[in-house]
């Protein structure tokens, strides 16, 4: 306790070093004036008096040292000293001190900010209990390698397996919420009872579901998520108790959950519903696959025994059941659903990142060693003075330290600013598909990556230019007058330095080149649809309706003919999925073609006589749907190109009979095929679909598409109100346009996203690498000035000179290309799962890369050629 | 600085860490006491056998100082100089008795020890 009070009064005393002297001088002028007194008083000479108090003293200096020692702390103090000349140094130099300091941080902010993307993502644990013990559970059919499960499935292997402690099931779905003011759209999820005690969540407020709540008859029950219970509740405990109407059943609030709780495979649920088999849902059938299972595994237990285990299961249902025939288990880590999609593209981004963090490094450190050259004279009059060489190392370091923490913080405030940019950039969509990214921030773990860049970054800052000055015996330095030799060395040792540069600039433009092509391609893959021009919105027919298919079919034609009669509308159509989703399958079979129970997957619509016209789908052979194709008539079926090509080889379709694959199945004429539609994401081939007409076959949730002259975006609005005329009981939500769905698709925001950063980190990387070779052949320039007048005075042209620098140039240009291009080959090969319609070995983006970095290369080292030429061979050698 | 000093060579110097004993005990008689004054009593008490560089007191009584034992204020000696009085605080004083115990105490045992009888049965 007396020796921290007393630390921290010397720790202050740093601060008050000039009150403190003046004290002391008072102090010891008193204490020498009261022994002179003394002195006098027996009987000294006055000039011997005070010589005898002073001597007594033991000098006045030296106690004056001895007692500043003690008031501060003599290391701090010198280091603040140290500091101070450093900052001195670094203020008279501000031309390197700001290009070192912007150049660093630019690459501390890169690096920084996708840490913490990679840090909330990847390295900080979901909000569940033991999160690396619980598993997805899937079934694995041909087309479909994670589906859904059916409920009855989901009970076998429940009951079945020897890995898991429990298993629950769980199906994200909107709920239309009955409001004071109508309908309206809700996001939520349907769980089986145990889900939350699985999780390891249990509410802040009220209780988790109880077992068997989740049976058929039992009342229904409701979990609120946090910000619902904000939202619509005020955040009031009274909440607990009352009911809330949700798809037409009255439910009971019994809890809320914590505010931290996400769960990504559902999005941002406000609603957790206990899931009631109830017989009029397809939750009791094998064949209805739409549940997700989540698990945890037994202590010991392996995913890949879990999986294992699952499997051998999912065979004996095959055998036991026919609908489970081709059907597979698969047990994935829940961590590996959650993040599994972006790891790849943090993964490609952070080693972005560091490469653009090693060009800034490499190219400060180039600035670096210059600075030491022209000050190794500096240093070799301070050893030849007895400076030691830890005390000029020591002054490196602390130059360093200064340079590194003024990059630092510049590093951080852009990175804070830098993240902020790229959560806008995702997108409330994308961010609500990965909750765990409303965690980013500059917690601990990305402070101290930052620390730890930044004491690399000091170590490399203050080694090299100590080794470099202490390398050759110092004496040199003084003898040769730091000019010719040193230069040379330092010339070659730079060189390399810029080939590495260059070379790391044409890793990350080819990688940047890649994904933006991908990006391009993607965008531009054939949709088979013009998507311009269309607003969609998603709609949900009032519950009260939903059992009588007259009334939906009736319903959805009212909605049709309203927005058609809108301003600026050319047509109208709805369809039960819109394009670039994926979504509902079925199982056919072709009439009159061989049938042993296959599982013949194809996608499927439910779409009404204006789709494909609305769409300007293309038409191959036969008719669309029309008005006349409604339930009095026999069902019609359209297939796309796909479909007729694999299971209809070498024939016509139209006019031939499909069927689903059960038993009872009413065939279905083919009328009509259509060039394929991108129904499925933009990155995968296009599944075989099937369109059957809305009105022989209707659905109560649907999309409306609609295609307008003109401001499609003005028309959402217009379109939900007019909607809410009709009936403020149909609820509609996600009202976008076509083209905005597109470019906000996973496959479209990971590429964009990705191509985007990587493009901005190729082109700091570029200038960078294009500074640092200019600052290389200016450093050359200079220091051959005297060269290159001699020649021009021996008669050299101008021409001359510019080869004689180019040369230089080309010859670090080439090999930096050349070894770029070499690596850039084995990196790509970390980009192959993120490229589309692109290999990874493009010798368009390669030659392209080559090409611009050659001419942007070229420039940089044009300049100091220039100078070189312009050279006054008399002054050249008059300089000297 | 040499060898200015030779003349007190049959003096003895001030052992590590009994100066601070010394200038709390000299306050603790003496009442409040400017640095000179503490130096000279320090001096006296000794019967002039200790020879002590009179700087070396302003580092152990800053030293003093900054531990919380003395707190120092700036006023006016008896023949009428400026200076500055050091007094003994209420930790100082704890210090000081704490301090004086063990000193007698250690110096009871080597006394023990040293004692030509040798008698420590």
Not at chain 1, 287 to 312: E, F, M, P, W, Y
Not at chain 1, 471 to 485: H, K, N, V, W
Not at chain 1, 731 to 758: E, G, H, K, V
Not at chain 2, 42 to 71: C, F, H, M, R, V
Request: hydrophobic fraction near 45%.
């Amino acid at each position: 306790m007396k020796r921290l009070r007393a630390w921290l009064i010397r720790l202050a005393g740093l601060w008050q070093a000039a009150r403190g002297d003046r004290e002391l001088a008072d102090e010891i002028a008193s204490h020498l004036q009261l022994n002179i007194d003394d002195n006098l008083r027996a009987g000294m000479h006055p000039e011997q008096a005070r010589r005898e108090a002073i001597l007594k003293l033991g000098g006045i200096e030296p106690t004056k040292e001895a007692y500043r020692d003690r008031r501060t702390i003599p290391l701090l103090e010198n280091l603040l000293r140290d500091t101070r000349f450093a900052i001195r140094q670094l203020r008279k130099n501000p031309g390197f001190t700001s290009t070192a300091v912007v150049v660093l941080g630019l690459g501390i902010c890169a690096s920084v900010a996708i840490f913490a993307f990679v840090d909330a993502s990847l390295i900080k644990p979901l909000p569940y209990r033991d999160p690396n013990r619980l598993v997805g559970l899937f079934e694995k059919v041909q087309l479909c390698p994670q589906c859904p499960l059916s409920y009855p499935d989901y009970l076998d292997w429940k009951r079945l397996n020897k890995v898991f402690t429990a298993a629950d099931a769980f199906e994200g779905s909107g709920f239309s919420l009955r409001t004071s003011a109508g309908a309206e759209m809700a996001g939520g999820a349907v769980v089986t009872a145990g889900f939350f005690k699985t999780l390891g969540v249990a509410p802040v407020l009220g209780r988790d579901f109880r077992t068997g709540e989740d049976a058929p008859a039992a009342p229904r029950t409701v979990i609120l998520s946090y910000a619902a219970w904000q939202k619509r509740y005020a955040g009031n405990a009274a909440v607990l108790g009352q009911t809330v109407t949700l798809n037409g059943d009255a439910n009971i609030i019994v809890g809320v959950l914590p505010r931290n709780f996400h769960f990504a495979a559902v999005g941002p649920a406000e609603f957790w519903a206990a899931l009631h088999t109830n017989a009029n849902s397809c939750y009791p059938q094998r064949g209805c696959h739409s549940l997700d299972g989540l698990a945890r595994l037994r202590d010991g237990v392996s995913v890949r025994t879990a999986d294992a285990n699952i499997k051998q299961i999912a065979g004996e249902l095959e055998k036991q059941h026919q609908s489970n025939r081709g059907q597979g288990g698969a047990v994935i880590p829940l961590t590996e659903l959650e993040v599994g999609r972006i790891r790849p593209i943090l993964i490609v981004l952070l080693c972005g990142a560091g490469l653009l963090l090693l060009i800034a490094c490499v190219n400060v450190t180039s600035l670096v060693l210059v600075r030491a050259e022209s000050r190794r004279r500096e240093m070799a009059v301070r050893a030849a003075l007895g400076g030691s060489r830890a005390r000029m190392a020591g002054q490196f370091v602390t130059e360093a330290v200064v340079l590194v923490s003024a990059a630092t913080i510049l590093g951080l405030v852009a990175a804070t600013w830098l993240m902020r940019l790229l959560m806008g950039l995702i997108g409330e969509d994308q961010l609500a598909a990965m909750p765990f990214l409303y965690g980013l921030g500059l917690n601990l773990r990305v402070l101290v990556f930052a620390a730890a860049v930044a004491v690399g970054a000091v170590a490399l800052f203050s080694v090299t230019p100590t080794w470099r000055s202490f390398l050759p015996d110092l004496r040199e330095g003084l003898a040769e007058g730091s000019r010719g030799s040193a230069g040379t060395t330092w010339r070659r040792f730079g060189a390399n330095l810029v080939v590495l540069e260059l070379a790391t600039a044409v890793i990350l433009l080819v990688g940047a080149g890649l994904l933006g092509k991908s990006f391009y391609r993607l965008l531009h893959v054939d949709m088979g649809m013009q998507p311009e021009h269309l607003a969609t919105l998603r709609v949900a027919e009032p519950d009260s309706i939903r059992d009588n298919n007259a009334k939906v079919v009736a319903l959805a034609h009212e909605i049709m003919n309203r927005t058609a009669n809108l301003p600026g509308v050319e047509s109208v159509a709805i369809s039960s999925l819109l394009p670039v989703r994926g979504g509902n399958t079925m199982w056919i079979r072709v009439l009159g073609h061989p049938f042993h129970g296959e599982h013949n997957e194809v996608g499927y619509r439910q779409v009404s006589s204006g789709y494909f016209t609305t769409l300007r789908a293309k038409l191959l052979h036969g008719r669309y749907f029309t008005e006349a194709d409604d339930a009095s008539k026999p069902p019609v079926v359209i297939i796309d190109r796909a479909l007729a090509e694999k299971y209809f080889p070498g024939e016509d379709p139209v006019g031939k009979q499909m069927a689903y694959a059960g038993a009872t199945s009413p065939p279905m004429q083919v009328v009509g095929i259509v060039e394929d539609i991108k129904e499925g994401p933009l990155d995968e081939t296009t599944w075989p679909t099937m369109y059957v007409a809305y009105s022989q076959d209707p659905d109560d949730h649907f999309s409306l598409v609609v295609r307008t002259s003109k401001g499609e975006h003005a028309l959402l609005p217009t379109l939900a109100a007019t909607i809410r005329r009709i009936d403020p009981s149909i609820a509609t939500f996600d009202p976008r346009t076509m083209r905005d769905r597109i470019d906000n698709t996973q496959a479209a925001y990971l590429r964009r996203c990705s191509a985007w950063l990587a493009g901005g980190f190729a082109l700091l990387a570029l200038l960078l690498g294009a500074a640092g070779l200019y600052g290389v052949i200016a450093y050359s320039v200079s220091r051959r000035t005297r060269e290159i007048g001699v020649r021009m005075a021996l008669g050299a042209q101008p021409r001359a000179v510019y080869r004689l620098i180019l040369k230089e140039a080309g010859w670090l240009i080439a090999a930096g290309i050349a070894i770029g291009l070499a690596c850039s080959l084995a990196a790509a090969t970390l980009l192959r799962g993120l490229l589309f319609g692109v290999r990874a070995a493009d010798p368009g983006t390669l030659a392209e890369v080559a090409a611009v970095l050659g001419v942007a290369a070229l420039l940089a080292s044009y300049i100091p050629a220039r100078r070189a030429a312009s050279v006054n061979p008399v002054e050249a050698l008059r300089a000297e | 600085m040499g060898n200015q000093y030779g003349h007190m060579n049959d003096k003895t110097d001030v052992w590590q860490g009994t100066l601070a004993l010394m200038i709390l005990k000299t306050i603790e008689t003496m009442g409040p006491l400017h640095g000179y004054g503490i130096a000279r009593r320090i001096e006296q008490t000794s019967g002039n056998l200790l020879s002590l560089n009179y700087g070396t007191l302003y580092p152990a009584l800053l030293k003093l100082e900054q531990e919380g034992s003395i707190a120092s204020e700036w006023g006016v000696s008896e023949n009428n100089r400026k200076a500055k009085f050091y007094k003994l605080t209420r930790a100082g004083r704890r210090q000081l008795q704490k301090e004086a115990r063990d000193w007698q105490q250690a110096t009871a045992i080597l006394a023990r020890f040293l004692s030509p009888s040798g008698d420590r049965a």
